[in-house]
């Protein structure tokens, strides 16, 4: 049906109901409609892949300052066939690991009882919002000189990079807790833990997870500008000195392999996010 | 001392609560008498905000009374607990819990119960207020009315002496409220627990109840009492019985004095007491 047919007034006859019509409300959205966001998604990015090797390609400027994405593709492979990037991964990846492993037990432990005790959270608080509001990375040299260069120091700041963000959303969320279903719980008499366990602990969780998803951003840049500063092993070091020695298309592989494993792991808390949600009605 | 035939007794009751804001005290409730029989189904309406939900909370244990007696089988209220069960005006259901889950909140809150005898029941509960096939649903998925049905579900499973509602169907569209009224005089009929219901709709209180207390402006005090003798079963036509309108112009009349109040005094210049 092209425009102008649509724009006709269609005559309206009462009980009999025109079968050429559109009804579009009660239609069955397309396959496409439902794969629109992925197929969009990736025309964007083969598009915006294709540009740039094209601009490559011209050699207006050589490989060390604009190398094409199949530089970095080739580098990238190179990488894992020296088998010498698994040391690094390793390296960081344990980093993270401990570091954000132990930011998300400490996170969550402070913000609960920081939301559930209003004193609790008063005494902190001074602390919280000094360290929320400074940039964690500039205390590396301080860890370099109480730990050395091994992983400890880029544990320490990853660990303080992670913590903040999930202290503050738990307690949000503990905070957030609604009235109505404290004034429910209290008035069938629930005790403090089950209004803890059943009410206020499930109703945190949104908040709770989206404190885990920006605290891996945090743990990201920590451990690869901890890496950058001093390191012996670790992506983050592998970048700096291919940065140093003018590989630009290993150093940007570093970087896509650093920016890959932060999508994946944020696209693994939103999954979970999302499961967590299901009692929530579909928007579309 | 007190009436041994009144489930809930309550004499010279005052509430007051502190307002953080301006910084004063401030009277909601100021000396009620009033008596609930076992058994009865007791409304009380009155002017917005004439404290008549602040009192219900008190009976519920939830706010503490300032002075007076509020006493439940002779027992004074001082908090919540099994022998009481409210419905709310605002469902209050758990978002994340199923229709079920919620309906086995208040036992489970409780500890009265086993979870499996608690489901059990439920069960049953759900098909008495007409939620059959939504135990699996989630609140948000439900209308306004079968959110209503749930909180209801949900107090009765707790089997209390007294069923407190407040303003329960003050949010939902007329027609599903005369649909819900309907309903729970059935049900009220099935159980006949001891009730008092919260409302400012006229009709509502004397279609359901069989007595009916207007509250006075604020401070509230119980301004007149009405006996509604209405035959039971009651169903939709009753709203059109004479004696029905008889009573509503009454009560009408009463809470009419009463809004009248505030706006002579200012003329007169009498501070609101």
């Not at chain 1, 940039?135 to 400890?152: D, H, K, Y």
């Not at chain 1, 920006?214 to 670790?234: D, F, M, N, Q, S």
């Not at chain 2, 439900?142 to 749930?150: A, C, T």
């Amino acid at each position: 049906m092209s425009i102008k047919e649509a724009d006709r007034v269609l005559p309206v006859t009462a009980g009999a109901s025109d079968p050429t019509r559109e009804r579009r409300s009660v239609m069955r959205p397309s396959r496409f409609k439902q794969y629109e966001p992925v197929v969009i998604g990736t025309l964007s990015v083969v598009l915006a892949l294709a540009v740039w090797q094209l601009v490559a390609n011209a050699r207006i400027w050589s490989v060390l300052f604009v190398p094409g994405p199949w530089d970095v593709a080739q580098a990238f492979v190179k990488l894992f066939q020296t088998g010498d990037i698994w040391l690094d991964i390793g390296t960081s990846g344990a980093e993270i690991g401990i570091g954000y492993g132990m930011a998300v037990v400490a996170g969550l432990a402070l913000g609960l009882l920081m939301g559930w005790y209003t004193r609790f959270q008063y005494a902190l608080d001074p602390f919280v919002n000094f360290f929320y509001s400074t940039p964690r990375i500039v205390l590396i040299p301080l860890f370099i000189l109480w730990f050395g260069i091994e992983m400890q120091p880029k544990i320490a700041v990853i660990f303080l990079g992670a913590l903040f963000p999930i202290i503050i959303n738990t307690m949000a969320g503990v905070r957030n807790t609604e009235a109505a279903l404290l004034r429910v719980a209290r008035s069938f008499g629930a005790s403090d833990a089950l209004i803890f366990r059943r009410v206020v602990l499930p109703g945190s969780v949104p908040f709770i997870l989206t404190g885990f998803r920006l605290g891996v951003g945090h743990a990201l840049t920590g451990v690869v500008v901890g890496e950058l500063i001093a390191a012996k092993h670790g992506v983050g070091q592998l970048i700096a000195i291919a940065g140093q020695t003018f590989q630009t298309p290993k150093m940007l592989a570093g970087v896509i392999l650093i920016a890959g494993t932060g999508m994946l792991l944020t696209t693994i808390l939103q999954r979970v996010e999302n499961r967590f949600q299901s009692w929530r009605p579909q928007i579309r | 001392m007190h009436d041994r035939s009144a489930k809930l007794a309550a004499k010279g009751v005052v509430i007051e609560y502190w307002l953080h804001r301006s910084h004063s005290l401030f009277t909601a409730v100021q000396g009620v008498d009033m008596e609930v029989r076992p058994g009865e189904f007791l409304a009380i309406v009155g002017p917005s905000g004439c404290g008549k939900t602040t009192f219900l909370n008190a009976v519920d244990g939830l706010i503490p009374i300032a002075g007076g007696s509020l006493t439940l089988d002779g027992r004074d209220i001082t908090k919540p607990g099994p022998d009481r069960a409210m419905v709310f005006q605002q469902p209050g259901l758990l978002p994340w819990r199923t229709v079920l889950g919620n309906v086995i909140f208040g036992v489970e809150a409780q500890g009265s119960m086993s979870k499996s005898e608690a489901i059990a029941r439920a069960t049953q509960q759900i098909e008495l207020v007409g939620l059959k096939g939504f135990e699996d649903a989630y609140p948000l998925e439900l209308s306004g009315g079968m959110q209503q049905r749930v909180n209801l579900a949900r107090a009765l499973l707790t089997d209390p002496e007294m069923l407190l509602l407040d303003e329960p169907f003050a949010a939902l569209d007329a027609q599903t409220r005369e649909m819900m009224q309907l309903e729970l005089l059935k049900i009220w009929s099935q159980t006949r627990k001891t009730a008092l219901f919260i409302t400012h709709d006229i009709k509502e209180a004397i279609y359901l109840a069989d007595r009916v207390i207007v509250f006075t402006r604020r401070p509230g005090r119980v301004k007149e009492e009405l006996e509604i003798k209405l035959s039971r079963p009651r169903d939709l036509r009753v709203k059109r019985d004479p004696q029905f309108l008889t009573y509503e112009d009454q009560i009408w009349e009463s809470i009419q004095e009463e809004l009248a109040v505030p706006a002579e005094r200012l003329i007169a210049g009498i501070p609101a007491a």
